[in-house]
């Protein structure tokens, strides 16, 4: 068995497309993993995670995945998974599981692991936990690491803040700079909030002068009861607007710096499967297991209604064919009179359902970021078409290794 690394693996597509007959059961590819459940150390301002409503364990202090679940997971997910295997690591912020738990994690995974069969483990993290010893785990086994950073220290530190109130910007940097240090493979989640969509420019540059070379934006989006984008979310056209801009400053370093949603983007015009789940045909290529093993089938719908069984009582295959995933796979089907007549939709395929749902709990709606994807792919496609071509007439294409 070898342990590796693999291009961020929280939304790694199933190659197989949702058939609601009697035909092959979409696998489950990835699992994406809570040890602590949504408990963090930190207090973002825009953070709405841990005290959604809708969470079935919110009412429990102490959520901690034990070591006998851990080893349960890892037996019957490799033997189902074989002969690949991608775990992500996600929370809350899963660091608090502690180094030990991630220790053994491995030594499960080498107990567990078949003669031939590949493992890939990532994690996502706010990076205040990390030291050496962190390290030492994440280069040995060459995992991959997301720590998320909004950008330079003012625009950071204004909602992402500990639970004393102040900001996380400096031990961030110290992390970031300890993982360069030690050649972790990582990259930098941004979100972007009322601080720092309207900052392109600045924003690039800072990550470039730190030396980053990975990149993903997520933008944030929440609402009131009444539908209202709550303050810190940010408009389609403000994020169309810096999606814009980014790629006409990263376009001259493409060939050295990694942009997902670019790079997703480049994918789907090349005829692969993209490595986001969004711009899937149907939602059904990860699950989210929580630190109890009950597993859900998107991280924003661990919800009791979407809840698809638990690994310490359902097998892999009775979980992948619950009628639930296929019911939840199939939102992402329920087409927009607008995407079906999109020129983007074999992109796009209408976006993500949780932001269709977001504002008024109706998957179909049309996503609340349509705009801005139509102003990126306005702008994107043309150039990366020729890109590709190019490539593709060239020494060879492979746009896992970045465009
Ligand atoms: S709802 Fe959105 S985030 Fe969830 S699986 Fe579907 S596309 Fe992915
Ligand atoms: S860009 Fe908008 S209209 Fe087009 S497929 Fe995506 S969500 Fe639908």
Same mark, same amino acid.
């Given at each position: ?12 597509? @199933?190659?197989? @497309? ?27 301002? $825009? ?7 809708? *969470? ?22 490799? /033997? ?27 030594? /499960?995974?080498? !107990? ?25 785990? /994440?280069? @040995? ?38 993982? +360069?240090?030690? +050649? ?22 800072? $990550? !470039? ?29 403000? $994020? ?19 942009? !997902? ?6 994918? %789907? ?44 009582? *359902? ?12 019911? /939840? ?15 983007? +939709? @074999? ?30 792919? %306005? ?25």
């Amino acid at each position: 068995m070898g342990i590796a690394s693999n291009p961020f693996p929280l939304y790694v597509g @199933s190659g197989n @497309s949702l058939d609601l007959g009697l035909g092959p059961t979409p696998r489950i590819s990835s699992l994406l993993i809570k040890p602590a459940s949504a408990v963090c150390n930190l207090d973002c301002a $825009y953070c709405f995670y841990l005290d959604r409503d809708a *969470d079935p364990y919110k009412a429990l202090p102490a959520r901690a995945m034990t070591l006998d679940t851990l080893e349960r997971l890892v037996d019957t997910y490799l /033997f189902y998974s074989y002969p690949s295997g991608v775990f992500a690591f996600q929370g809350g912020e899963p660091t608090l599981a502690g180094l030990p738990f991630f220790e053994k994690l491995v030594e /499960f995974q080498k !107990r567990y692991g078949r003669d031939g069969q590949t493992v890939s483990n990532a994690l996502q993290t706010n990076a205040i936990l990390l030291d050496q010893h962190w390290c030492d785990l /994440f280069r @040995s086994y060459q995992w991959l690491l997301g720590v998320s950073l909004d950008g330079p220290e003012e625009v950071n530190d204004r909602y992402r803040f500990n639970k004393q109130g102040r900001g996380t910007w400096k031990r961030v940097v110290q992390s970031v700079e300890l993982l +360069q240090r030690n +050649q972790v493979e990582f990259n930098i989640l941004c979100v972007l909030s009322q601080a720092n969509v309207d900052r392109p420019k600045e924003l690039y540059r800072f $990550y !470039r002068s730190l030396g980053i070379d990975n990149l993903q934006f997520i933008p944030l989006a929440e609402f009131d009861q009444d539908g209202n984008p709550l303050p810190f979310t940010i408009s389609p056209e403000q $994020y169309g607007r810096f999606l814009c801009e980014v790629f006409d400053l990263w376009w001259p370093d493409r060939r050295k710096v990694r942009i !997902r949603f670019f790079d997703n983007i480049a994918e %789907a015009l090349a005829g692969q499967k993209p490595g986001t789940c969004t711009m899937h045909e149907t939602c059904d290529s990860y699950v989210v297991v929580e630190y109890n093993g009950d597993v859900y089938p998107c991280d924003f719908f661990v919800e009791q209604s979407w809840k698809l069984g638990n690994i310490v009582v *359902d097998s892999w295959p009775e979980i992948a064919r619950r009628t639930r995933r296929y019911s /939840f796979a199939s939102k992402k089907t329920l087409a927009h009179p607008e995407c079906q007549a999109c020129e983007y +939709q @074999s992109i796009c395929h209408g976006g993500c359902p949780k932001l269709r749902h977001a504002a008024h709990a109706r998957f179909e709606d049309l996503d609340y970021f349509c705009q801005a994807y139509k102003m990126i792919y %306005a702008r994107s496609t043309a150039p990366l078409r020729a890109d590709l071509a190019k490539m593709q007439r060239g020494a060879g294409f492979h746009p896992a290794a970045g465009l």
